[in-house]
């Protein structure tokens, strides 16, 4: 139905002939619908966009033309894709190794190759994405795979098992005979030098070929342990061994044989750093450290001295001592494991101590000429006295203050410019020019001067004055 735009009419000149009916004006009749038509510009840039868009993904997610890492070309790869071929390049690249008859491959696997193949790959698109046409073709990436020496070693052995001698470390025991640690040198081995093969190696994958070939020779392998390695470390324990102990300052209180630190200490090899490593066990240790107080503690002890009147020590008679106690034992044996594992021989122990008295003894040998008796006196007091014999008229023992001045186990006596010669005489002790006290055992007239000069007295006194009185006692002779 259609909207009406004019309404009906009824005027004369639209009535029908006989002017009964009115006639009715409508609306024009609508046009037909027009076929809808795209743009000519749309239906070109669908394609374009599309191109575009193909552009946009392939150039953020493949590597640029030219681009190697590590040798390997990635050039147009995916990220994920670039990682497999990298590590499988790395994996695969191999060495021929000809030695004289022998012939063998060994691959980058076999020398334990390693290289972060996804970090590179991704660090690969990163810099260098398609797109960016400025970054295709690059200077070739250098970088370089990580080499396992001891996958190496052991690879190129295996394959060369013919005519491969391993090398024998040197090593270190303790010898119970010798009371020391010995040595057994170390033996050469023979075969290929690793770092030639890995040289190869290297080469080739820098290059971007798959396998390099290496003519060589089989050469003396050197162990890991030389002999030279285990002799100083074992001059090292042994020096050592010999100061091992508990001190208490300077004093190796309680000292500790060199088979016992042996049985303490474990001695491990280190073939990577060429050292043989040596650890202690605290455990053996800590039943050492137990029976330390019983070892260390101790009383006092005072010291005994012998003087003359003005105080000078003569002799000592008992040595003073300290007394000392252990102030404890925790942490003794984990402390002084780590000492003998770094060389250090000697544990400081911490003790309380207590010091010692001092007696003097100042002692004085009286000779009473008038009534022939001779006193030992200590500190004032009488210890002892005797009858004795001095010197007859005309050789006077002579009066005043004397000292002890040397001493003679036994000797002969007088010569012919005297008149006499007495033999093995006994227990001289000389206190003024040639005059001493002395065994007589040629008569018994104690009380009565006979001597020509002397002080005599029987053998055992005489011995007695000997040991009592050193060097430098004071002597008094009177009338």
Not at 154 to 162: H, N, Q, R, V, Y
Not at 219 to 247: H, K, P, Q, S, W
Not at 405 to 434: C, H, T
Request: charged share 20%; hydrophobic share 45%; proline share 6%.
């Amino acid at each position: 139905m259609t909207d009406v735009v004019t309404p009906p009419s009824t005027s004369e000149d639209s009535a029908r002939p006989g002017g009964d009916d009115p006639i009715v004006e409508w609306a024009p009749t609508e046009p037909a619908p027009r076929r809808r038509r795209w743009p000519l510009l749309l239906w070109i840039g669908l394609p374009v966009a599309a191109l575009a868009g193909a552009g946009w993904y392939f150039g953020t997610t493949l590597i640029a033309p030219g681009v190697t890492v590590a040798g390997v070309p990635v050039g147009g790869l995916t990220q994920e894709a670039a990682t497999t071929a990298i590590a499988d390049t790395i994996a695969d690249t191999s060495v021929t190794v000809d030695v004289g008859t022998t012939a063998v491959t060994v691959t980058g696997a076999d020398l334990g190759a390693t290289l972060p193949a996804a970090d590179l790959a991704r660090d690969a698109l990163a810099a260098a994405p398609a797109w960016n046409v400025g970054a295709w073709f690059p200077a070739p990436d250098r970088s370089s795979p990580e080499l396992d020496p001891a996958a190496s070693e052991t690879a190129l052995a295996t394959t060369l098992a013919d005519v491969w001698e391993e090398p024998v470390d040197a090593t270190v025991a303790y010898d119970d005979s010798a009371n020391a640690y010995a040595v057994t040198p170390a033996v050469d081995g023979r075969g290929v030098e690793p770092d030639l093969v890995t040289d190869a190696y290297l080469g080739a994958l820098l290059a971007g070929e798959a396998e390099a070939t290496l003519e060589t020779e089989l050469v003396a392998l050197e162990a890991d342990i030389t002999t030279d390695a285990a002799t100083a470390r074992t001059d090292e324990i042994n020096a050592m061994l010999a100061d091992v102990g508990f001190y208490v300052g300077d004093e190796r209180t309680v000292p500790v044989k060199p088979d016992t630190t042996a049985s303490w200490l474990t001695l491990t090899p280190d073939p990577e750093q060429g050292t043989i490593d040596v650890t202690a066990d605290e455990a053996a240790i800590e039943k050492a450290v137990a029976n330390l107080p019983e070892r260390v503690d101790r009383d006092a002890v005072d010291a005994t001295v012998v003087t003359d009147a003005n105080g000078t020590v003569l002799r000592t008679e008992t040595e003073g001592r300290t007394g000392r106690e252990l102030a404890g034992t925790a942490g003794i044996a984990a402390a002084f494991a780590t000492q003998l594992a770094a060389g250090e021989a000697a544990y400081a122990l911490e003790v309380t101590e207590t010091d010692f008295e001092t007696t003097s003894l100042e002692r004085l040998l009286e000779v009473d000429l008038s009534s022939q008796r001779v006193t030992l006196m200590e500190n004032g007091d009488v210890v002892d006295s005797w009858a004795i014999s001095s010197g007859k008229s005309g050789w006077e023992t002579n009066l005043g203050w004397h000292k002890v001045q040397a001493k003679v186990r036994i000797q002969d006596m007088g010569n012919d410019e005297v008149g006499y010669l007495q033999p093995d005489v006994e227990w001289v002790s000389y206190f003024s020019g040639d005059q001493a006290f002395h065994a007589v055992y040629w008569h018994q007239n104690w009380g009565t001067p006979t001597s020509h000069g002397c002080v005599g007295m029987p053998t055992d006194l005489a011995k007695w004055v000997y040991e009592w009185a050193p060097v430098g006692t004071d002597v008094w002779v009177h009338a």
